[in-house]
């Protein structure tokens, strides 16, 4: 008997082959972190991990089964992506893994699919519609908080402010939350069609739509690994059940 549970697709993060590394870590893998899953399913979803891959084929088949797309976190796009070259602090680049996700991005846009779009996804999603990034915040024009720490603990936190008129202000009810955060780059000129709906104190934007996208959040920081936490609860709830009334 099939789930009656919405199929969500879910991006996995790709490593690179690493010659120094002892078996099995020195070959290449997709990997994903539990927490994504567990929100997922903790939210009445059935998780389903997309594997990068280059055939156009299998990504069209992937879109068309899922009932929705998480697009997740990891390390830097290719900034080639957006017109740059990368800067200094950008981090190793996996570049199978921004073609698969740009492609996959694109079609699900077109098929108007339940899009969630966390870390990394907010970057893409911004990137797939023609915008910008600052590749690390030390462009950003005016002093930033700080949005993560060197040893990548997720421990650094601080509010956002969520703008009363969006998806985002209706799922949640609040206009500030306090969040993890875990990024280095963040959002410059916006891509077509995108608007903000949320914001750090600091000005960084931190949550993005897509007006008169059926459903479509994007957030900078991670809200599986605050699952606890009620207005994250709320983010995948919303999503699992807009999910659902297309399965």
Known sequence: MLSKRPLIGITLSQSLEVKQYRWPMRWQFDYLGKAYHYSIEKSGGQPFGLFSTESTGIIDDYVELVDGILFSGGFDINPRYFNQKPHPKTSKLVEPRDFFEL????????????????????????????????????LYPTKTLTHADELQ????????????????????????IFCNSSHHQCIDNLGKGLQVSAVASDGVVEGL?????????????????????????????AFISRARKGS
């Open 153 to 176: 603990t997720g421990k650094v936190n601080h509010f956002v402010k969520i703008k009363p008129e969006s998806m985002l202000f209706d799922i949640i009810g609040k206009r500030r």
């Open 209 to 237: 739509e897509l007006p008169g996208y059926p459903f479509l959040i994007s957030v900078q920081w991670h809200p599986e690994r605050i699952f606890k936490r009620l207005h994250s609860q709320k983010l995948f709830n």
């Open 103 to 138: 492609v996959v991005i694109k079609k699900a846009l077109k098929l108007k699919k339940p899009i969630f779009c966390i870390c990394r996804g907010h970057q893409l999603l911004n990137i797939a519609l023609g915008g910008t990034l600052y590749q690390d915040l030390c």
